[in-house]
């Protein structure tokens, strides 16, 4: 069974500074700069019925392209932290776009994702960084701000069955174009 999820690709330059980041927290697994990536909606491990028709699903999205920006690094976890993460700077059409990834999958015959989406690249996972490390870590590195960057296409990535994890195959891929000019015509 694939375990797929949809997201955005990081460039090359982007990836290039957030690499810089590696190293200096104790505890933590750095994600190696190929798989960084922003997760839309993750589907799980579904067989290849569910599969096709996701991707067919994804199929449907007509939407134009649109620029983001990492702004501020951040733990998720709290007391016992277990991820290092780039935040991505407030983008609304990346919140419609996620909110569509959604509706798609549901038709799709998934179950609805219960959680808040909080869009992020993960930087490294933490196994035994106490929050004080991962504090001083943030404190000497968390004024991260990348340059901008165009999202032209969105991808339907599989990860290793039911483990996960990269490196992350691009199933298929999604244009984001100028199709709001098309109606206009
Ligand atoms: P690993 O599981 O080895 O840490 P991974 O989490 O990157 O690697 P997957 O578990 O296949 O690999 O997850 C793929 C992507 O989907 C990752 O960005 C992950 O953060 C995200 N993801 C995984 N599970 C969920 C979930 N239940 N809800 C939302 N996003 C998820
Ligand atoms: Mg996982």
Redesign the pocket.
């Known amino acids: 069974m694939p375990?797929l999820?949809t997201?955005i690709e990081i460039p090359a330059d982007v990836a290039e500074s957030l690499s810089m980041l590696r190293g200096g927290l104790p505890g933590a697994r750095w994600?190696q700069p190929e798989?960084y990536?922003l997760?839309l909606?993750?589907i799980?491990d579904v067989d290849d019925v569910v599969a096709r028709e996701a991707a067919y699903m994804l199929g449907q999205v007509r939407r134009e392209g649109f620029e983001l920006r990492l702004d501020d690094l951040s733990a998720f976890g709290g007391r016992k932290p277990r991820?290092l993460v780039a935040n991505v700077a407030p983008s609304q059409p990346l919140m419609d776009l996620q909110a569509e990834h959604e509706r798609l999958m549901r038709r799709a015959g998934l179950e609805p994702?219960g959680?808040k989406y909080t869009p992020h690249v993960?930087l490294a996972?933490l196994r035994d960084s106490s929050s004080r490390q991962v504090a001083e870590y943030l404190s000497a590195r968390g004024m991260f701000r990348s340059l901008p960057f165009q999202v032209s296409r969105f991808v339907l990535?599989s990860?290793?069955a039911s483990?996960?994890?990269?490196p992350?195959i691009e199933e298929a891929v999604y244009p984001l174009a100028a199709y709001a000019a098309i109606g206009t015509r």
């Open positions: 375990r999820f997201g994600v798989n990536h997760t909606r993750f799980g991820a994702e959680r993960t996972r990535f990860s290793r483990t996960g994890g990269g992350y």
